[in-house]
């Protein structure tokens, strides 16, 4: 079965930290752009970070540029979110997507999509 799994989501005070996972079953995410994406209750879907093949020149959305960063473990099939300095508007759930290329559009045809890990940001 090919699917994408999020995980490490939960919850954080503001100013701490998290740290998302997004590993690849049954297909390899090394020749793949992997994005993350996030939608907040009663919000579009919006793109965070994306990270290319080669790992150069990761494309971060300007709210999160700062406190979130990407990388990948092709050994381990994964791409991390590390977020750090969560604010209250970082809540919403997190989804990771696959692509040929980077893009932090949602309405591109993405190729897998996860079912997503809550992020929520509370005192």
């Known amino acids: 079965q090919l699917q994408l799994v999020e995980s490490g989501g939960g919850l954080a005070q503001p100013g701490g930290s998290l740290r998302l996972s997004c590993t690849a079953s049954?297909?390899?995410?090394?020749?793949?752009?992997v994005a993350w994406f996030r939608q907040a209750p009663g919000k579009e879907r919006e793109g965070v970070s994306c990270i290319s093949s080669n790992g150069n020149n990761p494309l971060v959305a300007a709210s999160v540029k700062g406190r979130f960063t990407i990388s990948r473990d092709d050994a381990k099939n994964t791409v991390y979110l590390q977020m750090n300095s969560l604010k209250p508007e970082d809540t919403a759930v997190y989804f990771c997507a696959t692509w040929a290329v980077c893009t932090l559009d949602p309405r591109a045809p993405l190729d897998y999509w996860g079912q997503g890990t809550q992020v929520t940001v509370s005192s």
């Open positions: 049954g297909f390899t995410l090394d020749h793949a752009a």
